[in-house]
Structure formats: C-alpha cells, structure tokens
C-alpha cells in the first residue's frame, strides 16, 4: 500500500469510519485511496471545507468520539480553521488531515503554498506535525487521534501531496525511530478521597445549594440527579450541558446567563453554595457574588477549575465518577424544605411566564412562539441543533429537554452557521433519529443554504428521513440589532442589520426536499406536525417579528438607561417599544 492507503487504514483501526472533507490536489492521493477504502471509512462530501470542520465537531459531540475532516492544501486547509475552532473552544475532539505541496517546492513561493504548521499551531495546539517521511506517519496519525482523544482537544497532520503516492513502510527498528500502537486510554477520572472529603463538607454544610452543570456533565445525568436530590439542590444548566437533565423536573431552573431564565438568576443569587459540575461557564455576573457562596467544583481538566469563582475546593475528576464517589459522604438533607419548594415555586411561575410571553401577537409570528409549540410536539430520542443569534435565547428557554433528548449548538465561539452541519453530522451519526435545526436568516444565508445541497445529496441513506432546518426569517440580524439597542444605546443600523428576504422553502424544493412556508401565527403548530410527518427533510420558513425583545433575566439600570438613549435614532422605535411593553408585562 501506498501512504495514503496506510492512513485510511490506520484511522479506521482506531475505530474512526466517518470522515467529512471536500477534494483536491493537495490531497489527491488521499482522494484516491479513499474511494479505495469505501468499504471501511465512509466519506461525506461537503460542499465547503468550513462546514467539514463544523460537521466533525458536531460528530463529537453527538457520539461522544473523535471527530475525522480533511482538505487539500492552501485555501482549502485555510477554510477548517473556523469550524476546528469550534471544536477547541468547546473541548472536543477533532482530528484534522490537510494536504499541502511537494516537499521539494516547499520555501519556493509555490503556488497554494501556505505555512500550515504555523497556520494550525494556535488551534491544534496539542499536536500539530508535518510528515516527511513514509516511516513517520504511523507514528503520527497514532498521536493525532490518542492526543485529541485524551485532551479533548484539535490535532492536525499534514501530508506533502509527494509523500502521499510513496510506498508505505514501517519505521525502522533504528536510533531516531519510534513505534507507536493503536489503542485508547482515557485517564481514570478517579477523584483524590481527601478532596472528596472536603467537598463532602463544604455541601453537607450548605442550607441552600445551587448546582451548575454543563457540558462536561453529560453522560452524568443519573449522577447529578442523585446528587440534587440528596441535597435538595436546584439545578441550573450551561447553555452545552442543556441535555444533562430534563426540563420536566420541577427544581431544574433551565439556563443561565444572558440567554437564561429567572429561576436561574434568582438560584444563584440567593444560593449559599454552589457545586459547578463540567462547566467553565464565561459570565462571572450570573454567579453568586465572591464571598457569598461557598464553592465546590468537578471538571476533568484542572486547567478550568475555579477560573470563573473562587472555589473552596477543587476536584479532578471524571463528573459521572467523581459523583458516584461523592453521593455516599453527602447528608441527605429535609425533603421539600424552604429552599427546594421556594425553587419550584419559581419554576412553575416561569414556565407560565414563557408561555403568555410566548403567545402575546408580534407582526406576524412571535418568534417565541415557534419554539413554544414545538416543545410540545417534540419526538422521543430527537436531537436539537441550534445557531448563534436570537434562534438560541429561544432554545436555551423554551425548548423544554426531555430525557434521552441531545442537543448542541457552537458554545464559547457562538460562531453563525453551526447548526445545519451540526445537524448533518447528526443524521449521519444517528440516522435513525429525528433532527431539527433553528437557525436564522442571517446564518442560513451565511451557510445554511450550502449545507442543503449536502443534506440532498445524503438523505436517502438515513433509516429516519426527517430532518428539518427551520428559519426564522426575520430579515434582521436581530441579535446584534439588540444588542447595540441595549449594550451602546443605539438604534438599528438599516445598511448593517437588514438582510434580503428569500423563499427558503422554495429553495428546498428545489433540491426536492420538502418546503414549508408559515406567515400566520395559528398555523404554527399545524406547520411543525405537517414537517414532523414528512417523508424527506424540511425547511421550514417562518416569517417572525425581528422586534421581539431576548429579554435577559434581570434587567440593569444601564440596559434601561441605554434602551430610553436608543429611542433617539431608532427607526422602527413604535414596533420595538410595543413589544417590549408587552414581554415586560
């Protein structure tokens, strides 16, 4: 076999079988090899190498595994750089396989030449290596995915187009050279028993405790149930760590921070300790106030721990592990005691909150409202994707999680355009599950109507064909709109913020899928019963008011203060004054 034969083997005994990229010359003969290798590495052509990368990470984060994307060299390798960051800010794994130029035209100024160590270093810090030789690349494909595995982490092997088509051979039993084997090895996560002890402590001590989980917490569900319930904790989710537990338990608060509720925020803020569980959570200001609340927290990297609040006592360890360990040293505390039935009293109001919100009239569609009817609606076992903007206050609010529900969106790097390839990586992960993308206009012209070709191409191989991409299309980057109203007190910028109206559903049949278009706000629920019963994946268009406020869970005087400055120059004040009168009542 030839090189690029031996890394698709080699990927493939490391139990990798799913690999995203697009063609080229730079990696033409890894093209080659993988028609070759069909029968064991199956191959998903994108039709843009940004949304290879963000389909990886969405593999990883739906399956729990590495995710596997290639390209060529030059502009195609240039084009992962996004969707790998995606994966290195929310700590999955991501192996990346780039080509690059002939060895022997390195340094000459070659055409698509391009410094890809150096481009890769910053986000495949753990492992970023040119192969030289046939005799190193065992080696470092081995690396590549032992390393992304166990960090959790972005890695990336390039390979010169020349050393691609060379005859493979083993590295030598020499000075200089190393054997590697195939093989994974996660660390233990067994917590040290002192700082079990002092965790056991600080908890048992607590009369009103606030857990925090997130994503790092998933797969601990049970775990962390436990846990709150020995406690009589509430429990509030990161917006990743959504799925760890079910939105029906009455003393699970929902999300916090800027796109979270108020049961959160009132948790928090009222908590006299706080177990942060898989979480490094960005927004100090929705925690308790240093010194308020005494701190414990659990996360695999040590790295994470006590960077958002100054914990009393800090544990590495595996989350689902290290609360097993826990549980037994924890004092069950009084069922149903002031503090667990005043967090279900703010729970319940809440709900009914979000739902009169959620059914006030806007011009046409509520957008709150779209989210609304569906969660009731949603199938067992269906797994969610969401986008930057507006489309993930929703999520994160109304979408109420069942058990044995998944969903994902791009965390600490809220770039636009993640949620059709997370979505795509979704279905060919689970291809017998429902998926259902919210993405927004702005994102879905971005790179929403790219991924479509993908999912037409594609569709027919899944058990489940229902996939649906629904948009709110709202002609209004209306994310960042609110945010200049409130963060610098200014109004909409018309020639910034205004995006092109387009027939999304028209598009879809296009590509023979199905389309859906909805400008009445009583034909909504009908909408999503007739997109959940399709025979083939849906894109459902949903004309909704920009102007519906993401109200934050506590309003500052500063909001308040820059909302009153914005009135000056904002165009469509009367739209945006009426509906937010309307959310704050």
Known sequence: MNVSDFVWQRLSEWGLDLVYGYPGDGVGGLDVALEKAKDRMRYVQVRHEEMAAFMATGHAKFTGAVGLCYATSGPGAIHLLNGLYDAKMDHVPVVAIVGQQARTALGSDFQQEVDLQTLFKDVAGDFVMTAMVPGQVRQLIDRAVRI????????CVIIPNDLQDMDYEDPPVAHGSTHTGVGYAMPSGLPDPDALAAAAAVLNAGKRVAILVGAGALGAGDEVLAVA???????????????VLPDDLPWVTGSLGLLGTKPSWKLMKSC????????????????????????????????????????????????????????????????????RRRIERHVD???????RRAMTNADPINPQRVFWELSKRLPDRCIMTGDAGTVANWYARDIRMRSGMMGSLSGSLASL?????????????????????????????????????????????????????MVLNNRDLSQVTWEERIQSGAGKTESTQSVPDF????????????????????RVGAAWDEALAADRPVVLNVYTDANVPPLPPHVRFADAKNFVRMALDEPELGSVVVNSIKQLI
């Open 503 to 522: 027939p999304y559903h028209r598009y879809a049949e296009l590509l023979d899928l199905k389309g859906i278009v909805v400008d009445d706000p009583e």
């Open 349 to 355: 109001a809440w709900w009914k909150v979000l739902e």
């Open 272 to 339: 006299d300790t706080l177990l942060m569980i898989g979480s490094s959570f960005p927004y100090s200001e929705f925690l308790p106030e240093p010194g308020k609340a005494r701190g414990v927290q659990i996360d695999s990297d040590g790295t994470r721990l006590s960077l958002r609040y100054p914990m009393e006592v800090d544990i590495v360890g595996d989350s689902a592990r290290t609360l097993a360990a826990l549980l037994p040293l924890l004092d069950q505390k009084p069922p149903k005691a002031y503090w």
């Open 148 to 155: 992304a595995s166990t960090r959790r982490a972005v890695t």
């Open 417 to 469: 355009g993640s949620a059709t390839p997370y979505a795509m990586a979704a279905k060919m992960a689970w291809p017998d599950r429902p998926v259902i993308a919210f993405i927004g206009d702005g994102a879905m012209q971005m790179n929403g109507l790219n991924v479509m070709i993908t999912i037409a191409k594609y569709w027919r191989q899944w058990s489940d064909p229902r996939l649906i991409v």
């Open 229 to 243: 319930e020995k406690l009589q904790a509430g429990v509030a989710k990161a917006l990743l760590g959504k799925a």
